[in-house]
């Protein structure tokens, strides 16, 4: 069984006791489970073209759509971004416009999108705009766990040794702050000087947001080569081995109630990625797991 989801299944090691059945783990497993399946993975090419973006019109609002080429389901995984606008944000049929050519543009490439990213010209303020938040509502209409960023544009120094991004999650009809430690971002000091090589280097000036396209239609807004460009500094340990790979699942004991004291362990078990796109596998699982 193979898979394309890049990110690690982590959980921690559950010491649990069983009740009569012997099967209450399960359900502790479980709500596990889901809390891993909450999560958000931010790959090193969205962020390093979100960052660029920002940098690129530093005295502008910009916004932009945060793109998966994961399955519906499941953790999500920010694979790409497409940098929308830097003047009139809230400028609804441009915006309208933007929305139903990348979701065009989505449906001819296996991608479907995922979220929503802006930073605010004034920097010192990371607070989701009205803007930003109706749009966020309506990608949040066809993707259950759609997720808003918001680029601080405060913590974006030159020394910045953590993600500049605030992330918030919708729940009923509120957008929250999205729980910091379900967010991650593989190989982070990599990435981190990968954005700073292009932007010492003056390659942030091949990003193109639809402004500037509509400015040039010439232009690609799809950002075929700078994204090539981030893929050459991109080193290998960012991706996943041939197949999708395995990772390990931690290893459960627990004191039976019939032997006091006594130690039963469950071995170690490898599962691939394809397991958390799947959750009737997963349920499957819990209620036989030889």
């Known amino acids: ?7 690690p299944l982590s959980m921690h090691l559950l010491m649990l006791r069983p009740k009569r059945n012997g099967r209450w783990w399960r359900r502790s497993l479980w709500r596990s489970v889901e809390r891993v ?19 690129l019109f530093p005295r502008c609002s910009v916004n932009g759509l945060l ?20 003047t009139h944000l809230p400028l609804a049929p441009i915006t309208q416009l933007a929305l139903t050519q990348v979701d065009v543009w989505c449906a001819q490439t296996q991608q479907r999108i995922v979220g929503y990213y802006q930073a605010n010209a004034c920097v010192s303020d990371s607070s989701p705009t009205p803007c930003a938040l109706k749009i966020a509502d309506k990608i949040a209409e066809q993707c259950n766990n759609a997720v808003l960023l918001m680029i601080d544009g405060g913590k974006m120094s030159p020394d910045y040794r953590v993600p500049p991004i605030v992330m918030y999650e919708r729940k009923d009809t509120r957008w929250t702050l999205k729980d910091k430690h379900t967010i991650m971002l593989r190989q982070w000091e990599e990435t981190r000087d990968i954005a700073s090589q292009l932007l010492d ?21 799809t950002n075929q080569k700078l994204n090539a460009k981030i893929a050459e500094l991109v080193s290998p340990a960012n991706a996943l081995p041939p197949g999708g790979g395995t990772v390990s699942i931690v290893t459960f004991t627990w004191s039976s109630s019939t032997a006091r004291g006594r130690q039963q362990n469950i071995n170690s078990m490898s599962i691939n990625h394809m397991l958390l796109e799947n959750s009737q596998e997963w349920r499957n699982w819990l209620r036989d797991p030889t």
Do not use: Q
Request: charge should be negative.
């Open 37 to 55: 399946m909450g999560e958000v993975e931010l790959s090193c090419l969205a962020y390093v073209k979100m960052y660029l973006h920002a940098c």
């Open 67 to 86: 793109l998966s080429s994961s399955p519906a389901g499941g953790a999500v995984c920010v694979t790409d971004c497409v940098p929308l606008l830097h």
């Open 201 to 221: 280097s003056g390659d942030h000036s091949l990003l193109v947001d639809f402004d500037s396209h509509l400015d040039d239609i010439t232009r690609d807004w």
């Open 1 to 7: 069984m193979s898979s394309s989801l890049p990110w």
